[in-house]
């Protein structure tokens, strides 16, 4: 079974913090994802990462980054968390032309 | 650009009562084209993923079909369980990353 781990489910954070998310896979797949899902709007996609130390900009990658510095780990990092950014991050990972499996999600709230 | 749409963006059915999800998408040269269930609060759920026209794909009560502009997800007898947001994405020849559309969500009372 593929596994997909996040490394908080609910996190309260005040603004300017800065804050990591955490993404584990554990089927050695080559690209990893980031979303974010809010209500009306879908899930968007904020970056993802095709190899280890690569990455590209998804659809909303403003306020935010990412690390990856190794093929199983990759990390989303707020710079200095806004209350715009409270969300449910979705992490998900996928060989290349096949589906994506998603974690469980971090649900975050900026106060 | 490419564009997937999901309709109904909310269904409610009873118990038993048989209904279809529809996923329309418009992209430049399709991939793959996937089915997700998610459930509140939860990361999305892998159900299907289709590639070609004329393919379809069964698992207990849910049958997914593709055409060249539409996906099709069949739920045959649906039970209280089945309720839940099911999402739609499309693979297209010009990334890496899917295009999800916004999701139905489906009620399914006794």
């Known amino acids: 079974d593929v596994k997909v781990t996040q490394s908080s489910r609910y996190l309260v954070k005040r603004t300017g913090e800065k804050v990591f998310l955490e993404c584990v896979q554990d089927?050695?797949?080559?690209?990893m994802f980031w979303y974010r899902q809010d209500p009306g709007l879908g899930l968007r996609l904020i970056y993802f990462s095709y190899d280890v130390k690569m990455k590209e900009k998804g659809d909303i990658p403003e306020g935010y980054s990412v690390s990856r510095e190794k093929k199983e780990r990759f990390s989303l990092i707020l710079e200095s968390a806004s209350t715009n950014q409270t969300s449910m991050y979705l992490c998900?990972?996928?060989?290349?032309?096949?589906?994506?499996?998603f974690g469980p999600g971090t649900r975050l709230t900026v106060t | 650009e490419d564009q997937v749409t999901q309709s109904p963006e909310a269904l409610r059915l009873q118990e038993g009562e048989s209904s279809s999800l529809n996923c329309s998408y418009t992209?430049?040269?399709?991939?793959?084209l996937f089915w997700y269930r998610q459930d509140p609060g939860k990361g999305p759920e892998f159900l299907f993923t289709l590639y070609s026209a004329g393919e379809e794909k069964e698992k207990e009560r849910l049958k997914a079909t593709l055409t060249k502009k539409e996906s099709f997800l069949h739920i045959t007898a649906p039970k209280p369980e089945d309720s839940a947001t099911y999402l739609c994405?499309?693979?297209?020849?010009?990334?890496?990353?899917?295009?999800f559309g916004k999701g139905t969500s489906l009620l399914v009372t006794p």
């Open positions: 994405a499309v693979h297209a020849n010009s990334g890496y990353a899917l295009n």
């Open positions: 089927m050695d797949h080559e690209n």
């Open positions: 992209v430049s040269g399709l991939r793959g």
């Open positions: 998900a990972s996928s060989r290349s032309s096949y589906e994506q499996y």
